[in-house]
């Protein structure tokens, strides 16, 4: 059996099963089961399971999206800036602290979502009454972090794309800030922070061929007996593949890394050797 990986509103994905044996293909419309009816989204990806594998709630594809529901869908996200002004109003009046980002409305209008952050819990159940009187349907106020709020609003990275989160990225992975010290990056917030006001989903990509190139190298700051000579590590340039020293004199002096590791790699003086070596017992 297939399963179809379907996309809504803001990356919204879910994953439904082919029960019906449709001809479905991606980047197609189509409509699915919801909680409470039915919604509408586009197909970015198809699999195939064994049933066994296939979880046994899992929602099915109930049919193709005709021209019509995508103009009625089209329909939908316009009317939606709307309730979302209607949204902040009724929580101005309340007076809760949080901030509304986006809402969605299910294809078949039988249910409106809320997106908002906010720094804590929020008793919002009085909003949820006063929302339910206003659009006749079911309300669904959902708290999401900074990292989905950025993803909702989409907008361009430092690096001049769309951002991850909005395009392609499906998942959030932990950044911490070693990540960026691993890779000698400057620990500027204004420089390694995404839209999101958090560190940039990117330090992860490239982290593990960091680690990789940089093994087998003394970390920066180290000292090093090398070219007749104690140095110290000041920079590494992985991609130009160089290493900048600097002698007791305060000298600075830049080696191919190859050059820097074959120095590593060879033996000591044999007097130096017998000097450092602890003496022998003697046997008495």
Same mark, same amino acid.
């Given at each position: 059996?297939e399963?179809?990986e379907?996309?809504?509103k803001?990356? %919204?994905k879910?994953f ?5 044996a449709?001809y479905?293909r991606?980047?197609?419309h189509c409509?699915?089961q919801?909680?409470r009816g ?6 970015i990806?198809i699999? %195939?399971?064994?049933p066994?594998e296939?979880?046994?709630?899992l929602?099915?594809? &109930? %049919?193709?999206?005709t021209?019509?529901?995508?103009g009625r &869908?089209? +329909?939908?996200r316009?009317?939606?800036a709307?309730?979302?002004?209607v *949204? ?10 949080m901030?509304? =980002?986006?809402v +969605?409305?299910?294809?078949d209008?039988?249910k409106?979502?809320f997106?908002f952050t906010s720094?804590g819990?929020i008793d919002? %159940? +009085? &909003?949820?009454k ?7 349907? /079911? ?5 999401i972090?900074?990292?989905?709020e950025?993803r909702?609003?989409d907008?361009?990275?430092m690096c001049?794309?769309?951002? *991850? ?7 959030f992975?932990? =950044? ?7 890779q000698? &990056?400057?620990?500027t917030?204004t420089?390694?922070?995404g839209? *999101?006001? /958090?560190?940039m989903? *990117? ?8 680690? +990789?190139?940089?093994? @087998?190298?003394?970390k920066?700051?180290s000292?090093?007996n090398v070219?007749?000579? @104690?140095h110290r590590i000041e920079k590494v ?5 160089s ?6 004199d305060?000298n600075v ?7 820097l590791q074959?120095?590593? /790699?060879?033996?000591p003086?044999a007097?130096t050797?017998a000097k450092?070596d ?5 046997? /008495?």
């Amino acid at each position: 059996m297939e399963i179809i990986e379907v996309q809504f509103k803001a990356q %919204r994905k879910e994953f439904y099963r082919n029960a019906k044996a449709l001809y479905l293909r991606t980047g197609n419309h189509c409509i699915v089961q919801a909680d409470r009816g039915e919604d509408m989204g586009f197909i970015i990806s198809i699999t %195939r399971a064994e049933p066994s594998e296939i979880e046994a709630d899992l929602k099915e594809v &109930l %049919r193709h999206a005709t021209e019509q529901d995508v103009g009625r &869908l089209a +329909e939908i996200r316009a009317k939606e800036a709307d309730a979302l002004k209607v *949204c902040q109003q009724k929580v101005a009046e309340h007076k809760l602290p949080m901030k509304l =980002v986006d809402v +969605e409305n299910q294809f078949d209008g039988n249910k409106i979502t809320f997106y908002f952050t906010s720094e804590g819990r929020i008793d919002f %159940r +009085e &909003l949820v009454k006063d929302l339910a009187g206003v659009f006749r349907t /079911r309300i669904d106020l959902r708290q999401i972090g900074v990292r989905d709020e950025a993803r909702r609003f989409d907008g361009m990275g430092m690096c001049g794309r769309r951002l *991850c989160c909005a395009t392609w990225l499906k998942d959030f992975e932990p =950044v911490t800030l070693k990540m960026a010290k691993d890779q000698n &990056l400057p620990l500027t917030p204004t420089k390694i922070s995404g839209a *999101c006001g /958090r560190l940039m989903c *990117c330090l992860d990509y490239e982290l593990e061929y960091y680690k +990789e190139l940089t093994k @087998e190298i003394p970390k920066i700051g180290s000292k090093v007996n090398v070219f007749g000579g @104690e140095h110290r590590i000041e920079k590494v340039d992985i991609f130009n593949r160089s290493v900048m020293l600097t002698d007791a004199d305060r000298n600075v002096v830049s080696v191919q890394l190859e050059l820097l590791q074959d120095e590593l /790699r060879k033996e000591p003086p044999a007097e130096t050797k017998a000097k450092d070596d602890p003496p022998k017992p003697s046997g /008495r």
